[in-house]
Nanobody, 118 residues
């Protein structure tokens, strides 16, 4: 079955960096766009970044442009999110799913929590 396993979240000070990973299985990873989402306490899940299947074309939420970089490894079936210049408002649980502008699968991983605080 489709499975996502996210990792790399942590407590970090404002201005710091983190690299998140999402290992995917159960579908033809290299054929699908992949995206990162986040959900802050009391807020709805929002799309953070997406990456196309083959071209590597990317898109980002305005709030993270210039600070976050999404990438993928189609050999290891893993998608990454490099987060730099982190802000307190980046605090959320980060998850990944297939798809470009909306999640394709109903199953989600446990997510990885990111807390930006001094």
């Amino acid at each position: 079955q489709v499975q996502f396993v996210e990792s790399g979240g942590n407590l970090v000070q404002p201005g710091g960096s983190l690299r998140l990973s999402c290992a995917a299985s159960g579908f033809a990873f290299s054929s699908y766009a992949m995206s990162w989402y986040r959900q802050a306490p009391g807020k709805e899940r929002e799309l953070v970044a997406g990456i196309a299947a083959i071209s590597g074309r990317t898109n980002y939420a305005d709030s993270v442009k210039g600070r976050f970089t999404i990438s993928r490894d189609n050999v290891d079936n893993t998608v990454y999110l490099q987060m730099n210049s982190l802000k307190p408002e980046d605090t959320a649980v980060y998850s990944c799913n297939a798809g470009w502008s909306q999640p394709l699968f109903n199953s989600w991983g446990q997510g990885t929590p990111v807390t930006v605080s001094s």
